[in-house]
C-alpha cells in the first residue's frame, strides 16, 4: 500500500487521502476466498468439497470479487488513518480512481471529515442560579389530595354544579351566528376546576343544575389560534349530568393501593415524600444543567463536522417519526424536511464536541461507585430494587446510558465549581411548575 499526501481540504475538517492497493494482493485474496467456498457450497450433481473451482467462480467470483475490493479498501483506509493518528469524523466517502483491472494497483481516494480541535472557553466570572426548595409536610397533603382525585368516583347528584363536579354537557358555539370547527360536542365530559376549558367556559358552567341550559357570550383571548383569537362567540349549552365526587378515605385500604403492603399510613406518606424529594433533586439538577450547557455553547466557539450533523438530523427525523407514530399517524411515506431540524441537531453536535473534550480533559468519567450509587437511586423507586440494579448491570446499553448521565453530571458539577452560583430559595409547587386553584 502507498499513501500520498494529502489533497487541499474544501473546508478545515475535511480530508483527502489517496491510496492504492496492489491488484496482485486483492486477485490472491479472491482466490483464497473462493477456494474457501469450494469447500462448502452446494450445487446440484455436486457432493460437498467437490464443486469445481470454475463453477464457483462463475457463480460467485463477481459478489466475491466486491467483497475483497470492499475489504481491502477499508482496511487500507484504517491503516493509513492510524498511521497518521487521524480521528474520524462520521462516514468517509470512497471513489475509485481505476476499475483495479488491468492496472498494478487499485487506486482509490477517500474524502472524510476529522474531528475539530476543541478549546473550551473559560467560564470564570459567569453567573448561574440554583433553586432551594425543601419538601413540606403540606406537599405531601397535596400529593395525597391529587392521588385521591386520581381514584375518586362520582355519583349523580340534583344540585346546582360546583367545582369538583363531574359534569356531562352538550354545547353549541357561533361567530356571528355561523357555526365554527371546533364549537360543537354532545356528551362531552369535564370536571369543574381542572382548567381543561377557558375560565369563562368553566364559570358559566358553575350553579346549573342537570337537566338546565344557559346561552351566554365567551370572548377567546388574544392567544388563541388564529381564526378565533380576540374574538366573540356564543355558546349555547345544556348540563345532562352534576356528578359529585367521592374521594376515598386516607386509610390502610388507600395506603395499600399505593403499595403499601401493610397498609400503615404513616409509611404511604414517608415515602410519598421520598418521591417528592426524588423529583425536587431531579429538577434543580436539571435547571442548573441547562444553564451549564447554556453558559459551555456560549462560551466556546466550535467548528461543526458536516457528517455528524447530517447524521444527527437523520436520527433527529427519526425520532420524530417514531413518535408520530406512537400517537397513531401513519409516516410510512412521510418525509420531513431536514431543515426542520438543522438547528437542533447543531446545538447537540456542538454540545457533545464540548462535553467529550471536557470529560477527556478533567478526566470526568462516571466512577464505578458514582454509577452504583445512580442505579440504586433509580431502582429505589420500584417494588423490588434489587431485582432492578441486577438488571440495570446486565444491560450494556442501559449501563452505558448511566454512565453517560453519571458524566454529565461530573462535568455540570465541574462547570459549576468555576462559576458564581446564586441559591434561590423556593417552594416545591414553584420549582415543579405546578399552580393550584
Known amino acids: 500500500m502507498q499513501t500520498a499526501p494529502a489533497a487541499p481540504a474544501a473546508t478545515s475538517l475535511e480530508r483527502n487521502l489517496n491510496l492504492s492497493v496492489p491488484a496482485v494482493a486483492i486477485e490472491s485474496e479472491i482466490q483464497a476466498r473462493l477456494k474457501r467456498l469450494a469447500k462448502t457450497v452446494k450445487m446440484q450433481g455436486f457432493r460437498p468439497g467437490k464443486v469445481p473451482i470454475s463453477l464457483v467462480t462463475k457463480q460467485y467470483g463477481f459478489q466475491v470479487r466486491q467483497e475483497v475490493v470492499t475489504d481491502s479498501v477499508n482496511q487500507s483506509f484504517s491503516d493509513a488513518i492510524r498511521a497518521q493518528n487521524v480521528r474520524v469524523a462520521g462516514m468517509p466517502r470512497f471513489a475509485p480512481a481505476n476499475t483495479g483491472q488491468n492496472a498494478d494497483s487499485f487506486e482509490f481516494t477517500v474524502t472524510f471529515e476529522v474531528y475539530p480541535e476543541v478549546k473550551v472557553g473559560s467560564l470564570a466570572g459567569r453567573k448561574i442560579s440554583k433553586e432551594v426548595a425543601e419538601v413540606a409536610e403540606g406537599d405531601v397533603d397535596n400529593t395525597l389530595e391529587t392521588l385521591r382525585k386520581q381514584r375518586a368516583t362520582f355519583e349523580k347528584v340534583e344540585r346546582e354544579a360546583r367545582k369538583g363536579d363531574f359534569l356531562v354537557i352538550d354545547f353549541d358555539g357561533t361567530l356571528n351566528g355561523v357555526p365554527f370547527e371546533g364549537g360543537k360536542a354532545e356528551n362531552f365530559g369535564v370536571v369543574l376546576g381542572e382548567k381543561r376549558?377557558?375560565?369563562?367556559?368553566?364559570?358559566?358552567?358553575?350553579?346549573?343544575k342537570s337537566g338546565e341550559?344557559?346561552?351566554?357570550?365567551?370572548?377567546?383571548?388574544?392567544?388563541?389560534?388564529?381564526?378565533?383569537a380576540g374574538k366573540t362567540v356564543q355558546f349555547a349549552v345544556t348540563v345532562k349530568l352534576v356528578n359529585e365526587a367521592k374521594l376515598p378515605a386516607i386509610d390502610a385500604e388507600f395506603a395499600k393501593s399505593l403499595g403499601v403492603a401493610d397498609g400503615n399510613v404513616e409509611q404511604m406518606r414517608k415515602e410519598i415524600k421520598q418521591n417528592l424529594e426524588r423529583e425536587c433533586k431531579k429538577r434543580v439538577q436539571a435547571k442548573l444543567k441547562e444553564q451549564v450547557m447554556n453558559a459551555l455553547i456560549e462560551s466556546t466557539a466550535v467548528e461543526l463536522p458536516r457528517s455528524l450533523v447530517g447524521m444527527e438530523i437523520a436520527r433527529l427525523q427519526e425520532t420524530a417519526k417514531s413518535d408520530l407514530e406512537s400517537r397513531g399517524m401513519t409516516t410510512k411515506d412521510m418525509s420531513l424536511p431536514a431543515e426542520l431540524f438543522v438547528e437542533r441537531a447543531e446545538q447537540r453536535v456542538r454540545l457533545g464536541l464540548i462535553l467529550s473534550e471536557l470529560v477527556r480533559q478533567q478526566n470526568l468519567l462516571a466512577k464505578p461507585e458514582q454509577v452504583r450509587v445512580m442505579i440504586e437511586e433509580l431502582a429505589d423507586s420500584y417494588e423490588e430494587p434489587a431485582q432492578m440494579v441486577k438488571w440495570y448491570y446486565t444491560q450494556p446499553d442501559r449501563l452505558a446510558e448511566v454512565e453517560?448521565?453519571?458524566?454529565?453530571?461530573?462535568?455540570?458539577?465541574?462547570?459549576?465549581?468555576?462559576?458564581?452560583?446564586?441559591?434561590?430559595?423556593?417552594?416545591?409547587?414553584?420549582?415543579?411548575?405546578?399552580?393550584?386553584?
Do not use: H
Not at 465541574?414 to 446564586?422: D, K
Not at 441559591?423 to 386553584?437: S, V
Open 404 to 437: 453517560a448521565v453519571v458524566a454529565e453530571e461530573n462535568v455540570v458539577a465541574w462547570c459549576a465549581a468555576q462559576m458564581e452560583v446564586a441559591e434561590q430559595k423556593t417552594t416545591f409547587d414553584a420549582l415543579m411548575g405546578i399552580e393550584r386553584a
Open 197 to 208: 376549558l377557558l375560565p369563562d367556559f368553566e364559570a358559566a358552567l358553575e350553579g346549573l
Open 213 to 228: 341550559s344557559k346561552t351566554f357570550d365567551l370572548t377567546f383571548p388574544a392567544d388563541y389560534k388564529e381564526e378565533l
